[in-house]
C-alpha cells in the first residue's frame, strides 16, 4: 500500500530490489534494450521479465517488440507514471533515512 509523505510518496511495487533497480536503471535514459537490462542487472530472462510484468501491468513501463537488422528486440522505458513513481519513492525513502 503507498503511504503518502510530505513530497514523498513510498511505493511497495518498486520498493522490491530488483524492481527498485530496474527503475533506478530506466530513469536517466529514454529507453533500454530487455538484453542491456538483462546484463546490467545480471539476472535470468525469465526473472526479469516476471518483474517488467508487474511494472507494466502497474502502468510505470512500456515494453516496445521491435525489429532490427532481421533479428527481434525489446525496448524498455518507464512511463510518465512510473518516473512520477520512481521519483516520489526515492524521495519517500530519503525523507525516512533524512
Not at 37 to 55: T, Y
Request: some cysteine.
Amino acid at each position: 500500500m503507498n503511504t503518502p509523505t510530505s513530497s514523498g510518496r513510498f511505493d511497495e511495487l518498486i520498493h522490491a530490489p530488483l524492481r527498485l533497480r530496474i527503475c533506478a536503471s530506466l530513469a536517466p535514459v529514454q529507453w533500454a534494450e530487455f538484453s542491456q537490462l538483462r546484463e546490467v542487472l545480471d539476472v535470468a530472462d525469465s526473472v526479469l521479465s516476471k518483474h517488467l510484468k508487474q511494472l507494466a501491468d502497474a502502468g510505470y513501463v512500456s515494453i516496445d517488440k521491435f525489429a532490427k537488422l532481421g533479428r527481434s528486440h525489446t525496448r524498455v522505458s518507464l512511463t510518465r507514471d512510473g518516473r512520477i513513481a520512481y521519483v516520489g519513492h526515492v524521495a519517500a525513502l530519503r525523507e525516512m533515512l533524512g
